[in-house]
């Protein structure tokens, strides 16, 4: 498997400065400058970034990949603010990031603990993921005046997640029974 991994990191790795160089090229062949490349090159080295723990840290590769997403996410959105010269990249984006990258960690963290209960952990999961759709909804609407907040599409959302999150909860309530079940009959 750590041979699988390791020949997946080289091809992706290969296929990252294949795809920047023929953007850079393409790019300075048509304009005489580096324009539309750029964000190109700073997403494919920021998606790459990403990817190298997954092939390299073994087990704990979600849990590097997190890490790496926590400290270059900021970053990123600089970069692309400055290159596209938009400000309300770096300022929503960095809020929305933010917000982003605490509910991954939550649900990281719900995952790692249940990791015998899938449906709770996905239960807890739809959860996390309410207040993180609200707070999107809400910082664009902040950050972008021509968009209104929709509190019927909030209700909406919630209430669908909500019932997802009870549907996973009842299937977990039920499996957990039943092995309550099978275990009681086992000792008999």
Known sequence: MLQ????????????????????????????????????????????????????????????????????????????????LKSPLILSAGSSIAVLSIAAAWGIYGVFVKCQKRIFLALALSLLIVIPLACGITHITAHFVESISIDFASDLFHIITTLTLSGICLTIDFVRLHRENMRKGQTEL
Do not use: E, R
């Open 4 to 83: 699988i991994k390791k020949w997946g990191l080289y091809v992706l790795s290969l296929m990252c400065l294949i795809a920047i160089m023929v953007c850079v090229i393409c790019d300075y062949a048509m304009a005489k400058t580096l324009t539309w490349s750029l964000i190109v090159v700073l997403s494919l080295i920021a998606g790459w970034l990403v990817f190298v723990p997954f092939f390299s840290a073994g087990s704990k590769g979600i849990k590097q990949s997190l890490i790496v997403i926590s400290i270059i996410t900021l970053p990123f959105l600089a970069g692309l603010s400055a290159v």
